[in-house]
């Protein structure tokens, strides 16, 4: 589709709803989209956009994954920088993060921050090889040990206060089949956001994958499997996010 094309259709878009003036309430409390800025960088000028085009669609929710195996793109302070270093110029200082933050809010937005883990975390791999999980070396996957904890314990209560959401998102998708260290991680991540008074979310892996039998606790963001094993999790009676990545 050409670009003139996209903004015409845009323009109809922002038109039919400049004479919609109906009461109606949204159907859905959460109404959320998700940029990979760990793939993709996007500057903050471009995430703004994003958030504005998010208000004009009356979408309420910015699930911010930050970081992946293709990069780590966020100021850490207890590390001096070595990981994000990989990745300068493009990452996000704390400063950046709060602006971001406070442009959300003014539009009714709210920011979830993912910091994937224990999988997808390449970037750790360059710098702390003896954090991972020994015997899964195309996950990249860290270990529970409690120095690898301690680190993350760092990383989790550094970046994710900057955020005002009562929300933060721990990742746990497509990790190894090692229930046990899968079911460590969970616990560890649960007294995490207990210390952080945030409510935690995850992805649905824990549960349709390893099979699980997760807390209540947690949020679940249901991204892989067939309708069965969805309904299975609203069923379960887990508060859910549906966010099929077959849609």
């Not at 989790?156 to 089949?177: A, L, M, Q, R």
């Not at 349709?208 to 991204?223: E, K, M």
Request: aromatic share 12%; charged share 20%; proline share 5%.
């Amino acid at each position: 589709m050409s670009p003139n094309v996209v903004t015409c259709v845009y323009a109809i878009a922002l038109l039919f709803a400049l004479f919609d003036h109906s009461a109606s309430q949204p159907v859905l409390t959460h109404r959320g989209f998700m940029l990979d800025t760990a793939r993709c960088f996007f500057p903050k000028s471009r995430i703004k956009l994003m958030l504005d085009m998010m208000k004009n669609a009356s979408m309420n929710v910015f699930h911010w994954h930050m970081t992946d195996n293709e990069g780590f793109r966020i100021q850490w302070n207890r590390d001096n920088g070595a990981l994000s270093s990989h990745y300068v110029p493009d990452i996000y200082s704390h400063a950046e993060i709060k602006e971001i933050i406070d442009y959300a809010q003014a539009r009714g937005i709210d920011v979830i921050p993912e910091i994937d883990s224990p999988a997808h975390v390449y970037p750790f791999s360059l710098e702390y090889p003896e954090c991972m999980l020994q015997g899964e070396p195309d996950n990249f996957e860290l270990s529970t040990s409690p120095d690898v904890n301690d680190l993350r314990w760092d990383l989790f209560h550094e970046i994710y206060p900057n955020f005002t959401s009562k929300y933060v998102h721990f990742g746990h998708d497509e990790i190894g089949n090692r229930a046990t260290e899968v079911q460590k991680s969970l616990d560890f991540v649960q007294t995490v956001a207990q210390s952080l008074h945030r409510r935690p979310i995850i992805w649905n892996d824990p549960i349709t994958r390893q099979g699980l039998a997760v807390s209540r606790n947690f949020t679940i963001q249901a991204w892989k499997g067939d309708a069965a094993s969805m309904q299975s999790i609203l069923s379960a009676g887990y508060q859910t996010i549906i966010s099929d990545w077959n849609y």
